[in-house]
T-cell receptor
Framework: AQSVSQHNHHVILSEAASLELGCNYS??????LFWYVQYPGQHLQLLLK??????LVKGIKGFEAEFIKSKFSFNLRKPSVQWSDTAEYFC?????????????FGKGTKLSVIP | DAGVIQSPRHEVTEMGQEVTLRCKPI?????LFWYRQTMMRGLELLIY????????DSGMPEDRFSAKMPNASFSTLKIQPSEPRDSAVYFC????????????FGPGTRLTVL
């Protein structure tokens, strides 16, 4: 079955530290890739997305992600985190080749930023 | 735009009762999705509609769950009878068109079944 893996369940960082959250997917064909963020008690919001073109995607709030097709990865990065980045982050994949509108989500990574 | 609207935001009910969750997608969006989020299983797709037609309901846990979309601006997710293991946050999301895959999420309904 197609799946999305987020390797880190919980990441704890101090403010100003650099962040990288891993995401790997198992689809073999063309995919659309997303990172969503869920702040405590809130709904999911889109951070960034990749459909095609430049594999380095820049999103809101200083986040970026790099699509590496050969590694089936779409890791999320931020050079310097802030306390307000404390949230849960979800990677999601859409299998374009299947002609489906579904997004398959990873289990999420909780990020705690210590002031 | 008001975004995706869900009601109620919180629902507490007793086991065996019928629960109806409601969703109003963003105007003009053609696809609508229902998700369930739990600590154990994460975010799971239950069912999605395209142009008001259910496309894939393979994620619906069992016959106690049903979903309808009578028109382009309204959808319901019903659980009858409800059980404690149905306690979760239920999210509705909508997407602009069949070929556009960014989904916009509502605030969710936190359901507690006692």
């Amino acid at each position: 079955a197609q799946s999305v893996s987020q390797h880190n369940h919980h990441v704890i960082l101090s403010e100003a530290a650099s962040l990288e959250l891993g995401c790997n997917y198992s689809y073999g064909g063309t995919v659309n890739l997303f990172w969503y963020v869920q702040y405590p008690g809130q709904h999911l919001q889109l951070l960034l997305k990749y459909f095609s073109g430049d594999p380095l995607v820049k999103g809101i709030k200083g986040f970026e992600a790099e699509f590496i097709k050969s590694k089936f990865s779409f890791n999320l990065r931020k050079p310097s985190v802030q306390w307000s980045d404390t949230a849960e982050y979800f990677c999601a994949v859409n299998d374009v080749g299947a002609g489906s509108y579904q997004l398959t989500f990873g289990k999420g990574t909780k990020l705690s930023v210590i002031p | 735009d008001a975004g995706v609207i869900q009601s109620p935001r919180h629902e507490v009910t007793e086991m065996g009762q019928e629960v109806t969750l409601r969703c109003k997608p963003i105007s003009g969006h053609n696809s609508l999705f229902w998700y369930r989020q739990t600590m154990m299983r994460g975010l799971e797709l239950l069912i999605y509609f395209n142009n008001n037609v259910p496309i894939d309901d393979s994620g619906m846990p069992e016959d106690r769950f049903s979903a309808k979309m009578p028109n382009a601006s309204f959808s319901t997710l019903k659980i009858q009878p409800s059980e404690p293991r149905d306690s979760a946050v239920y999210f509705c999301a909508s997407s602009p068109s069949a070929g556009y895959n960014e989904q916009f999420f509502g605030p969710g309904t936190r359901l507690t079944v006692l």
